[in-house]
T-cell receptor
Framework: LAKTTQPISMDSYEGQEVNITCSHNNIATNDYITWYQQFPSQGPRFIIQGYKTKVTNEVASLFIPADRKSSTLSLPRVSLSDTAVYYCLVGENFNKFYFGSGTKLNVKP | GAVVSQHPSRVICKSGTSVKIECRSLDFQATTMFWYRQFPKQSLMLMATSNEGSKATYEQGVEKDKFLINHASLTLSTLTVTSAHPEDSSFYIC??????????????FGSGTRLTVV
């Protein structure tokens, strides 16, 4: 079973900041939190990964509270090309990942 | 970064025939690979875990005799859909476990194979 819960869908407009929250109440001590992006008919693509606090890279930020039971992916100034499904996964290295429903982000002009 | 090459990207086959999908890790060794299936507008469903040099581990409900997995080398895993039927039509994706670099702990995914059985 998937260990994460996300909103099924979100709408946004170009130029806005989008925050997608994921719940993972049963996260284990050794689990990392990883976010992937998937476009139709393509494999998931890595966005960002973190263990605690805040992580930022060139495309997104990941906020993880102290209890690590949730995480928030922040996409600054989204564009139409950010329309995709975003998956939050938690797990330990070399362990299999079960995908949750993901969040379908629809960016409107 | 670590790249997984999946081939073919799309294939159409006749009902009753078998189809092989290849997943290769480029520039790194993948002792563990995973195979997923994704139906339209649904999430990825884990089918099996492929371990180099040993038998694959299948998820509950996945027929091991229908979905043959071979992981004979550290860079290649194959999924063969045997006696394919229209209900096997789906998007198949492989992934490899990686460490270090951009993704400290996680997986890199292939580009997927669209299988259509007619």
């Amino acid at each position: 079973l998937a260990k994460t819960t996300q909103p099924i869908s979100m709408d946004s407009y170009e130029g806005q900041e989008v925050n997608i929250t994921c719940s993972h109440n049963n996260i284990a001590t050794n689990d990392y939190i990883t976010w992937y992006q998937q476009f139709p008919s393509q494999g998931p693509r890595f966005i960002i990964q973190g263990y605690k606090t805040k992580v930022t890279n060139e495309v997104a930020s990941l906020f993880i509270p102290a209890d690590r039971k949730s995480s928030t992916l922040s996409l600054p100034r989204v564009s139409l090309s950010d329309t995709a499904v975003y998956y939050c996964l938690v797990g330990e290295n070399f362990n299999k990942f079960y995908f949750g429903s993901g969040t379908k982000l629809n960016v409107k002009p | 970064g670590a790249v997984v090459s999946q081939h073919p990207s799309r294939v159409i086959c006749k009902s009753g025939t078998s189809v092989k999908i290849e997943c290769r890790s480029l520039d790194f060794q993948a002792t563990t690979m995973f195979w997923y299936r994704q139906f339209p507008k649904q999430s990825l469903m884990l089918m099996a875990t492929s371990n180099e040099g040993s038998k694959a581990t299948y998820e509950q409900g996945v027929e091991k005799d229908k979905f043959l997995i071979n992981h004979a080398s550290l860079t290649l895993s194959t999924l063969t859909v045997t006696s394919a039927h229209p209900e096997d039509s789906s998007f198949y994706i492989c992934s490899a476990s990686i460490t270090g670099g951009e993704v400290p702990y996680g997986y890199t995914f292939g580009s997927g194979t669209r299988l259509t059985v007619v």
